[in-house]
């Protein structure tokens, strides 16, 4: 399960391109006390490589990013499996092109983890400022880096990739895309391992589990 603890305590850093286990690592997160009574966990979004479940693609950055309000319901984790999430049974499954007929007509109630680029989900503000869930969930995460630290790796880009996004020289606001997901003007509130975790900065409250190594454009 989760670790709510310190910062100090945290998951292990292993170096590795692969980004299952720190998104399970991170939507484990959402079970810590601070976090989970705000998290609507009927609005999650999955961003695949091929197919996206519980949105669709937008021609415009409309409250900040290219996808649609997000509308699939994370119910929570296999007990015999690290690879996959359980999901409310679902037919919003999409292709990733902008149409009014880009749902494929399938059901799916499991989401493997091994295919998921990135994740995106609402929280509510009815009784905490988004401020306040940025804090509590920023807390949670892994230390980030107090300067610029520079290491080449041979293949994999995770590190450079969040080194660029996140260090002392950088306005924290940022715009990149990652597989599918475009983001407008982002706050990067630090990772999870090899998970960027990002806020939305412009109207909605929506929260982005991002694997770092899908990342392809920035601007920061």
């Not at 979004?45 to 699939?72: E, R, W």
């Not at 929280?123 to 610029?148: G, P, R, V």
């Not at 597989?179 to 412009?202: C, D, E, F, T, Y």
Request: hydrophobic share 35%; charged share 15%; glycine share 4%.
């Amino acid at each position: 399960m989760a670790n709510c603890e310190s910062k100090d305590d945290k998951h292990d850093k292993k170096e590795t391109c692969c980004c299952k286990d720190s998104m399970k690592k991170a939507l484990e997160l959402l079970t810590c006390s601070t976090i989970n009574p705000y998290v609507n966990f009927n609005n999650f979004a999955f961003i695949g490589k091929h197919y996206l479940v519980g949105t669709q693609l937008t021609a415009t950055l409309l409250d900040g990013d290219n996808i649609v309000s997000p509308a699939a319901t994370f119910s929570g984790f296999e007990s015999c499996s690290c690879s996959s999430v359980r999901l409310t049974p679902t037919t919003d499954i999409n292709y990733p092109v902008i149409t009014d007929t880009a749902t494929l007509g399938l059901t799916a109630n499991h989401a493997s983890l091994c295919d998921v680029e990135s994740i995106a989900f609402t929280y509510s503000t009815a009784t905490i400022t988004q401020a306040e869930f940025e804090a509590n969930l920023t807390a949670l995460l892994d230390d980030s880096h107090d300067k610029c630290f520079i290491k080449c790796e041979e293949c994999c880009c995770n590190e450079g990739v969040f080194n660029s996004i996140y260090n002392s020289f950088s306005s924290n606001i940022n715009s990149l895309t990652a597989g599918w997901l475009a983001i407008q003007s982002a706050k990067v509130l630090g990772r999870v391992g090899n998970v960027l975790v990002l806020s939305n900065n412009v109207s909605s409250h929506t929260i982005y589990f991002v694997c770092l190594d899908s990342v392809e454009f920035l601007n920061y």
